[in-house]
């Protein structure tokens, strides 16, 4: 679908941006602009701005910034398309179709409309003397005549030409219905039903147009089990959510959404009152998937089988979204054990059951971890846990967002460190001799490393250029604060960055504005310690890159602290390797000590 620009322009004139703004966001005036709690980000203090003569919003505090067609698209689920359509829809104004978009168009209305006609026709036959078995088999399954209407659920007879002489009755062409997946060639070129004896599940896109069938076989000797419809230019398989037309406004309601397998799932979790739920047919959960269910919740809930199978699946899902993982965002896992599927577990167990399994999820980032470790025999073995190590960082490079990156990486370095202090098999004697030999006079403790990182932070502040500097701003972001007030800190800094705020003292009065009073505190106290020439360094980022430095020390010297302090068999030989570090740092660092101009001020 393509909308020329001048159609597009006219769109964004045809709105006060105000207008549209404040059906979602309480506005008030402010000069010539209005002033609002930003949408995109959570704050007690408004910092979003909406302009109607220059026809664009701005945040202060994150940066959204925006007309009128980027705001209804990040605040509702609607793709570019969508908004302009609905737009020109609310504005009065025809849509502007070239003539191959115009053909395009009519082809799919027809599609649409063969499809809607087949699911009336299947719905009619169940409730027929045809269907007497399939709707038996739903009774026993329990499913009674409110979900059989709700999700539309029909029978195609056994019978090859029913279909084809309704649809013909209603003027849907031979090759309409081929188009749409719902016939299959014979022999002499005739063509007849693809679904025949099967109990029929329509499938819906989001807007709830029928798209495609997927039919279950009334016995068990019929194979396959499940037969979908074919690819069609409306029905991707790759795609399809099953569901979301009916689970999408119980999730803007409550922020979730629940991925299970089949159609049966769908259907009870939504007879046991738990409607934000969609299934993906039995297809690889895909990024597109994912895209898609981010428009509903920030963390899908991911449900499959707790067996082999069912965890390896979850493994593919957990690689495929590595590279689109973005802060905020992830996925959650729910692994049953007690029944095969959701449906099976409601049967047997009861609502209760379910919606206890739904409560245990499992982090993306604990799944991976668990999965990691299960196969290993010997965690002791060098190679083993080279080898562990070495894939996790495999995982840890596919994601492309730098923060989430470091984030994973730090996690698991945490989780290393604790699961090889656990696995360590007794307390090992050391003799004397070998601990004189790694002894290292260290003071290094928690403080003094917090006081470097609020040193660090304060240079950043007084001189916001330095984070022009790639390799100090990659330094910036990975540093692990234990103290919160550092971590807003940091953010609302790179958010001043982006925002292309590079003087000190305009920084310095974003940050008060952003923050409570005791939080900057302690910046004052370094201010008057931190210029760089009376310091005697050549620029600031010398000095950056000699606290820096420190900073590194000081954690190495920590790390050489804890291993000492619980001594396993691999002790001896990391703490050697840690001092051999320290060293050779300290001896970099007296350099540059030594380079320092001495200016007498
Ligand atoms: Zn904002």
Redesign the pocket.
């Known amino acids: 679908m393509y909308f020329s620009e001048s159609f597009i322009e006219k769109i964004r004139e045809r709105f006060r941006l105000s207008e549209i703004i404040s059906r979602k966001v309480k506005l008030s005036r402010k000069g010539n602009e209005y002033l609002g709690l930003?949408p995109?980000?959570s704050?007690k203090t408004p910092?979003?701005t909406v302009n109607d003569e220059k026809n664009f919003y701005h945040?202060f505090?994150?940066g959204?910034h925006g007309d009128v067609i980027k705001f209804i698209g990040d605040t509702s689920n609607l793709n570019f398309v969508e908004v302009i359509t609905s737009l020109a829809e609310e504005a009065g104004f025809s849509i502007e179709y070239n003539k191959s978009q115009l053909e395009y168009h009519n082809y799919t209305k027809d599609l649409y409309q063969a499809l809607q006609l087949a699911c009336n026709y299947f719905q009619n036959q169940l409730f027929s003397t045809v269907g007497k078995e399939a709707y038996s088999y739903l009774q026993h399954r329990n499913i009674n005549t409110t979900y059989i209407k709700k999700f539309l659920l029909g029978y195609a007879p056994g019978e090859s030409y029913k279909l084809k002489e309704f649809l013909l009755s209603q003027g849907i062409s031979n090759e309409l219905m081929i188009k749409a997946g719902l016939m299959v060639h014979g022999s002499n070129n005739d063509i007849y039903s693809r679904f025949r004896n099967r109990l029929i599940f329509p499938i819906s896109d989001y807007k709830g147009r029928i798209i495609g069938f997927g039919g279950r076989a009334l016995s068990n000797e019929v194979m396959p089990k499940y037969l979908n419809s074919s690819e069609t230019d409306v029905f991707k398989k790759s795609e399809i959510l099953y569901g979301l037309n009916f689970a999408k406004e119980a999730s803007n309601k409550s922020g979730k959404i629940i991925v299970v397998e089949g159609y049966m799932d769908c259907i009870s979790m939504n007879i046991a009152g738990i409607e934000e739920v969609v299934a993906s047919l039995g297809t690889a959960i895909n990024k597109e998937h994912i895209l898609n269910l981010w428009k509903y919740s920030k963390v899908p809930v991911i449900c499959l089988d707790g067996d082999r199978a069912g965890r390896q699946a979850m493994l593919r899902v957990a690689e495929n979204i590595m590279p689109i993982l973005k802060p905020g965002y992830s996925v959650d896992f729910v692994l049953l054990t007690m029944g095969k599927d959701p449906d099976e577990l409601i049967k047997n167990y009861g609502k209760d059951a379910m919606l206890r399994s739904l409560e245990s999820t499992i982090t993306l980032s604990d799944f991976i971890w668990q999965e990691s470790i299960r196969e290993l025999s010997s965690a002791l073995i060098p190679e083993q846990r080279a080898l562990l190590e070495k894939h996790l960082e495999n995982i840890v490079n596919k994601i492309r967002d730098n923060t989430v990156a470091h984030y994973y990486r730090q996690y698991f370095k945490n989780k290393l460190w604790e699961y090889f202090k656990k696995s360590k098999i007794k307390q090992v004697d050391i003799n004397q001799e070998q601990i004189n030999r790694i002894k290292l006079n260290t003071v290094q403790d928690i403080s003094s490393i917090q006081l470097l990182q609020q040193l660090l932070v304060a240079i950043t502040v007084k001189y916001p250029e330095i984070l022009s500097n790639d390799q100090a701003k990659e330094e910036f972001i990975s540093m692990d604060f234990g103290d919160e007030k550092l971590d807003k800190l940091r953010t609302l800094i790179l958010n001043s960055k982006e925002l292309n705020i590079i003087d000190s003292t305009i920084l310095h009065s974003y940050l008060e504005k952003n923050t409570y009073n005791d939080e900057m505190n302690f910046l004052y106290g370094h201010y008057k310690t931190i210029s760089y020439i009376v310091n005697g360094f050549n620029t600031c980022i010398d000095m950056w890159n000699y606290n820096i430095k420190k900073y590194h020390i000081a954690l190495l010297e920590q790390e050489y602290q804890d291993v000492l302090r619980c001594m396993t068999e691999s002790s001896v030989s990391i703490a050697s390797a840690l001092k051999a570090q320290i060293i050779y740092a300290k001896k970099h660092l007296n350099k540059m000590e030594q380079s320092l101009q001495h200016n007498d001020y």
Do not use: V, Y
């Open positions: 930003c995109f980000h704050e910092s979003f945040c505090g994150c959204a």
